[in-house]
């Protein structure tokens, strides 16, 4: 196994007594310490001072060389200063510092050039941005399509002085995170620094002048409670969220920090906020109420992984003395876990280069060292650049008193991360050494080359502080997998190479023209191999002496590479450890890593050990019904209590192995009563599984009782179920089971619509029950009713009035559940940009409605919106809402976070289905399944898929052509996972026949119209083809509800002016036994935020909304996100699991 080496946090600080800063540490830096600097492009202030791309990449190296000389780390490019590029961009314009003219191409890449040949020196390159500045004059920027098209969308804030991109909108935090996104995938930069350029400087008024003034209202109307400032100061902190998120789903080991001005906390309310004492600075914290920066906001999120303030000031300013702020910074760092590099101003030299002057450098290099905390790391950022490159006498001063040797920077050490072994190859061939290079996709992996005297042994050149290889014989960084050594070093030494990623961990090295000893293996003492263990767990092994500490690793994973208990025992040799969270008999393994002074860590065998057996459930006796017994109009279900069980799973499944489950619950409770019309009439089967906290689930024996009759006819006098009497064969493994049907077709002729369905274009369903919306007229003010219907019988049990939804054309003319099972309704509207899209949530008991918000679009063409559909959960705060424009490919999507409302968007889709077509046609109807895709259809044009981000088809039946619908004009389509399995329904046949419509049912094992097979047509003969305006319009939207267990689809379709349908949607398993059968280990969450953690491992974490629609997926892990608070249904490993995150 390989591990890897101990890593340095703390810089080690030498006795400083009294000697001047320069004897101090003379010959003695730390081994881990940060030095850059800022290498400034904007006003050419650094670079580029010539002309012409030769002379420019000369300029560049000589900036490089310069940092190279003094054993910098890394420099600090900047390449986005004015809404700018110095880069290659599809985001923004070309920077005119680069080429004079802003938009103008320069004809090569700076920033690509820069990453190079700093990679070739060894050195780190960082991006540094200027996130939000657009402009130093007040006036907004014009020259450039970016900026035309940044100033149409509303995008600028000013203050007559400054202008930058609004911080408070939505679309500018999304361009700025994919700006940097860009960034990140097509350049190997190492990190990112962003400097103090926030809102406009100078301060911006706070009342109705202010030009984000109308943005703060909305925020407000929306509920918010914010001051205007803290208002702002979120506005920016969701930036930094925002960048941190989409590092961490890309490129992770990419540093992220920020250079706030150098004061910041002094106000006590501010401070105590986050836990912290107030800066010891009279200056005052301008920042917090003139740009809105809140530094200490990002540090207590998390968002950065270090702080660079701006200290600018001398040790002897009496003001704000460079010593106190720093120390207040270091144990602010400190405090939230993250790193402290101070930036340190150089403009006092002024190209005076006295001893003076550089003493006070010298002496805040010092200071950052000593405050230093094991925790906050140390470094330092000179600004600007140019005055090191500019003077040898200050360049020499730096390499001789306080930059003697090269460093690594301090590690990041609160991320996941991979671990990589001793480079293999390595070789020396004259005065090159030579390795074969580690690769990890585009994970930062580099090389540490020590080369250490022939008359020193491993032993003798140890890091006395445990961080590898003492940083004395530290020679360099090489980004490539190979180095040339100085004349000095190429004979009378051997060599280590390490790994050195990202993160900046060093690992096992491997060594070049010397055999290192190891520290001998530990031998294990108990547990033996394979042995059971308590679930407080007790290990032992062996003393190999030599002081040696040692490390305990407990996996699940027989390479024991994943540890979930990596525990530091010092010299102890045994430790006991809490198992309690692992699974019944689970299969667990571990080992010891021993490490001597100055030798390689020994790592022992690995063995195997086994959990504990949980106990096993006592069943419970089943009471009533009894066994053949006749029930009524409710099933009361009542069993005893379990002599150690603290939960009951209820299961009533159709056959005796409860392979089609029809209904399953989750209690403490011993009884429970549920609707006889749940289970429709036959013969039913019950069960109940009783189990708890270390415990095996114990089922008791199943009974039966019979439902003869189902009431019905009690709301609906003389109602009986009708069902299509087509029999459907297993295909595909998928099975199809009609409850009912409603339909004006002869056969059924059990339900009217008035109108023809004119005034009824949309359905939901929640619980047991559907739900369809309709109008009483065509009208702006029409009152508006939800008819209730049975979701197992069809019965109509009420017809429910809405509460007032008027709005400027045809309330009530869509009806959709959101992702947490709320209904919501919205108007038709001819004009999208005149007369808003207004939600409102209906209650489903009382009727009564909310205005949920109006959305609106101006600008477009084509302006008519018949249907939409939201994705999260609309009373979060936290949802999209989708809408497509009649006639055209366009769709609008408008996102509410955080309850503030933001502009929409608009996409023009790339193409339609079939590509004959070249618009989605009259009432397009869109069924959202994540935040960026969703499919449509409409009269025009079948069904496919598409992606709003891209604005491209992703999926259709061209994929797929035998499975394609005979005939377009039809607008409603349904798609969700089902044991594992995708389905997809779809209007797929004789809307104007004799028979009428069907809908197609498909199934796949993959997510894609590739691999989509097909089930069956339902109903078989139709449900009807009504002759009207309506059916032109071919209004069929769909629904779904999964049952609780995951077995079960109830699928439930209209067709305007035709009919409704219920049916159950199963995956045929034969004998299989549920997932809840007695041999199964239970499945638990804990939730966390939207954060929720499994009991144990996965392979595969599905997570599922109300209506079954996949939502996230994670593999091989413990936890999944989910989007917003709802209801979800969690399926690991074939295990399902409900669970409500709030």
Known sequence: MTLKMTTLRKC??????????????????PKREFRSAWLATVWAIDWPKTSGQSARKT??????????????????????????????????????????????????????????????????????????????????????????????????????????????????????????????????????????????????????SAGDYSDYQAYK????????????????????????????????????????????????????????????????????????????????DGSIDFISPQIYWKTTTTSSPYGPIAEWWAYVADHFGRHFYSSHSLSYMADNYTNSNMTELGKQIQLNREYETGVSGCGSIFYSAKHVKNSTTFSNFLKTNHFQRKSLVPVVDWKEHPTYGAPTNAKKSGSTLTWTKVTNGKAIIRYSIYAIPSSLGIDDVQDANGDGINGEYLLGVSYNNNYTLPSDKASGYWYAVCVYDGYGYEYEPAFIGYTAENTPAVTLISPAEGAKVDFNATFKWSDVGG??????????????????????????TSTTVDLGDRGSEEILYWCVKAQQPGKLAGTSEIRSCVTPPYDNAQPVTLKSPVNGSEVGETVKFEWSKSANATDYTIQV???????????????????????????????????????????????????????????????????????????????????????????????????SFPEEGKHCRSLAALGDFVYVMRRAENSTNSQCYLDKYDGSTGELIETITVGDISAHYLPGN????????????????????TNPLKLHIIDPATGEATLLDEFSFTGLKLTRVDHFDVYGDVTSGNYYVFASVANSKTVIRWMVKDNIKFNGEIKTMNSVYPSSESVFGIAPRIHAISADQFYANGMSVNVARYSFSSGKMVGSFNDNTSIKPVATQANGSLHFILSGKYFTIYPSSDFNGTNGFRMGVLVADKDDFAS???????????????????????????????????????????????????YDITIDTGSIVNDLDINSERLSAKVNGMTITLNRAADLIELYNAAGVLIAK???????????????LIRADGHNLRIVVR
């Not at 593999?1115 to 608070?1125: F, G, H, L, R």
């Open 12 to 29: 080690a600080i030498a006795a400083i007594g009294l000697l001047t800063a320069a004897q101090a540490f003379a010959g003695n830096p």
């Open 59 to 208: 300029e560049l190296n000589a900036y490089l060389d310069a940092y190279e000389s003094i054993n910098a780390t890394g420099i600090c490019f900047q390449v986005r200063s004015m809404a700018d590029a110095m880069y290659q961009s599809n985001l923004a314009p070309w920077s005119q510092y680069i080429s004079g003219t802003r938009g103008t191409s320069p004809g090569w890449d700076p920033l690509a050039y820069a990453v190079e040949q700093c990679h070739a020196r060894g050195l780190e390159c960082y991006a540094w941005l200027n996130p939000y500045r657009w402009s130093s004059t007040g006036t907004i920027p014009s020259s450039t399509s970016f900026d035309k098209n940044w100033k149409d969308k509303g995008w600028a804030l000013s203050n007559g002085s400054y202008v930058v991109l609004n911080p408070a909108k939505e679309e500018v935090r999304k361009h700025i995170v994919d700006v940097c996104r860009e960034i990140v995938d097509n350049y190997a930069i190492d990190g990112f620094l962003f400097d103090d350029y926030f809102y406009p400087s100078g301060g911006t008024a706070e009342d109705s």
């Open 221 to 300: 109307k929306a509920g918010g409670t914010m001051s205007f400032g803290d208002w702002r100061r979120d506005n920016v902190r969701k930036l930094m969220k925002d960048l941190r998120q989409m590092l961490s789903e890309t490129r992770p080991d990419v540093r992220f920090g920020v250079s706030p001005a150098g004061v910041a906390g002094t106000s006590s309310s501010v401070a105590n906020k986050y836990g912290v004492t107030t800066c010891p600075s009279p200056s005052g914290d301008w920042q917090y109420n003139q740009i809105y920066s809140d530094p200490l906001a990002w540090l207590y």
């Open 547 to 572: 002081g040696a500490n040692y490390t305990l690793f407990v996996a699940a994973d027989k390479a024991c590479s994943q540890p979930f208990v990596e525990k530091s025992m010092g010299t102890a």
């Open 653 to 751: 499944a159709s056959d005796s192995y409860f392979t089609s489950l029809k209904y399953s619950d989750r209690t403490t409770a011993t009884t429970i009563s549920v609707a006889a019309s749940r289970f429709g009439v036959g013969t039913h089967y019950w069960r109940v599984i009783a189990d708890g906290k270390r415990l095996v689930p114990a089922s008791s024996p199943s009974r039966n009782f019979v439902i003869k009759s189902l009431p019905i006819g009690n709301y609906e006098p003389g109602y009986t179920i009708k069902r299509d009497p087509a029999q459907y064969a297993v295909t595909n493994n998928v099975k199809i089971t009609n409850l009912w049907v409603r339909s004006v077709k002869k056969e059924y002729d059990n339900i």
């Open 814 to 833: 869509t009806l959709v559940r959101d992702d947490a099972g709320h209904l919501v309704s919205g108007n038709m509207t001819l004009n999208i940009g």
């Open 1012 to 1062: 989509m097979k097909a089930v069956a047509d339902i109903p078989k003969g139709g449900i009807g083809s009504v002759e009207s305006a309506t059916a032109a319009h071919s209004a069929t939207p769909i629904d779904v509800i999964i049952s609780e267990d995951g077995k079960t689809a109830r699928v439930y379709f209209m067709v305007a002016g035709n009919g409704i349908a219920a």
């Open 1114 to 1128: 994670a593999a091989d892990a413990t936890s999944v996100e989910a989007p917003t608070p709802g209801v979800y």
